[in-house]
């Protein structure tokens, strides 16, 4: 019997575990940290073997193989033990992967790629496809193969579960941007970031599909060196598109695929999602879903009537006058650049958390255009105040929720927006981003 170690026991380690037990293998998860109580009892449940709060080598070491959790860096001592010997180090995708023949979408990028993958699913549903949603986001993919029996799965990937995929094949691929993220992890290389996005096209051939994005310059610059060989089908909002594609003609946007077909038209008004990134997320996700044959106006219905996520520019509360925006999921600058520049209002902007080798330089102008104050939430905010200076006159530091939007409300005045976008992780102070997120609208509901 072939053994398979987990490690990491989160919603992706959970569902390793279940369906590797289910396939047979011999199973055992090791977790360095706690295990949360609500897999804890699934692991239970299912009698597979675990351990918390150490990893004990004797019983890892011997594995086939090994199905690490996306958190765990390359570099964690017992990755590197199993490298040296040669054991393949999987993720979760690429192990679940093995066991179903369902269509799959798989959706990447630095920015967006949430939205997208939940937009896109949207689409799907709403066409009554039988569709699983999976990957970053939704359930875990392994439990879904195991549990489900879905015809498509719609996926979203950050580049740390590309790293541990190999033999994988997506059948649509979609690249939304690269900007700089988590090059803490990738040795503050771009160069190798960028390569590890460019692991969605892996194994693809031209019967399958990448979706890209025309107007990204790391992504037209990679593929003029690395020739895709899927169907490319890019989106744009900069120039029109001849052929399959989507494109923006200044407020309409025309999707094209299948050049004997009448094209999808809207004009942005009519999205439920507003800004210039949410153009994109829309682009992307429509001709994702006309690959797969949904009818043209289930995709119109459905990017009008898409209800965005929690924590994505998420409208709180106008008090006041004062509009409250809860953008804490943007972890990176480029998060917050897309943020800043959908703000048509003076913006009190609540930034900093766990910096992640952040350069604010890209934010500048933005800032200088459209903010009028910053008020700091992070253990270290020097990075911040260093960057933004001589740029806003007023700079507020605060170390909780409750004190940064009650500082923002006094700075504020009718007509203006209070912005938590934080351009850093949440980790200094909060869980995760949700947490950092929850205390911000529970801190504005009790103004």
């Not at 490298?83 to 979760?92: A, G, Y």
């Not at 023949?101 to 798989?106: D, L, M, R």
């Not at 549903?125 to 359930?139: I, P, S």
């Not at 089908?233 to 052929?243: D, M, N, T, V, Y």
Request: a negative charge; hydrophobic letters at 40%.
């Amino acid at each position: 019997m072939k053994r398979i170690v987990i490690l990491g026991s989160g919603e992706s380690g959970v569902g390793s575990a279940i369906l590797a037990r289910e396939k047979g293998y011999e199973v055992f998860v090791s977790d360095f940290g706690n295990i949360p109580e609500q897999y804890k009892s699934e692991l239970l449940k299912e009698n597979i073997i675990f351990e918390e709060g150490h990893h004990t080598e004797a019983l890892i070491l011997n594995a086939n193989e090994v199905i690490k959790s996306p958190g765990i860096p390359e570099t964690a001592p017992i990755v590197k033990k199993l490298k040296e010997q040669n054991t393949p180090v999987i993720s979760e995708i690429e192990f679940a992967g093995r066991f179903t023949n369902a269509k799959t979408i798989c959706i990447t990028g630095s920015n967006g790629k949430t939205t997208t993958t939940l937009l896109t699913y949207h689409i799907l549903k709403k066409a009554g496809y039988n569709v699983g949603l999976g990957g970053n986001v939704g359930k875990s993919f392994a439990l879904q193969v195991a549990r489900e029996n879905f015809d498509y799965y719609v996926l979203e990937l950050s580049s740390f579960q590309l790293d541990g995929m190999f033999d994988f094949k997506a059948d649509v691929a979609v690249l939304l941007n690269i900007t700089p993220d988590h090059l803490d992890r990738y040795e503050y290389n771009f160069d190798n970031y960028t390569r590890s996005k460019f692991r969605i096209v892996q194994n693809q051939t031209p019967q399958n599909y990448f979706v890209y994005c025309l107007d990204d310059t790391t992504i037209t610059t990679f593929m003029q060196n690395h020739p895709v060989h899927a169907t490319c089908i890019p989106f744009s909002i900069k120039q029109e598109i001849k052929g399959d594609g989507a494109y923006l003609n200044e407020k309409q946007l025309t999707l094209n695929y299948k050049p004997n077909q009448q094209p999808l038209i809207m004009t942005i008004e009519q999205l439920a999602l507003q800004g210039k990134h949410n153009v994109y997320n829309s682009m992307a996700a429509s001709i994702a879903a006309r690959i797969v044959d949904v009818r043209k106006e289930i995709i119109r219905e459905s990017l009008q009537d898409f209800q965005n996520i929690e924590h994505r520019l998420e409208f709180v509360a106008s008090i006041n006058g004062v509009e409250f925006i809860n953008d804490s999921k943007a972890t990176n600058v480029n998060s917050t650049w897309y943020a800043l520049e959908s703000m048509e209002k003076p913006v009190i902007w609540i930034c900093g958390g766990q910096d992640k080798g952040n350069d604010y330089n890209e934010l500048t102008d933005l800032v200088k255009a459209r903010v009028k104050a910053i008020v700091c939430l992070g253990k270290d905010n020097k990075k911040i105040i260093s960057a933004f200076k001589n740029v806003v006159d007023t700079i507020i530091e605060t170390d909780n929720a409750g004190d940064a939007v009650a500082t923002s409300f006094k700075l504020g005045k009718k007509g203006d927006v209070v912005l938590l976008s934080p351009a850093c992780a949440s980790f200094d102070l909060y869980k995760n981003y949700e947490d950092r997120g929850m205390q911000f609208k529970a801190a504005v509901r009790s103004l």
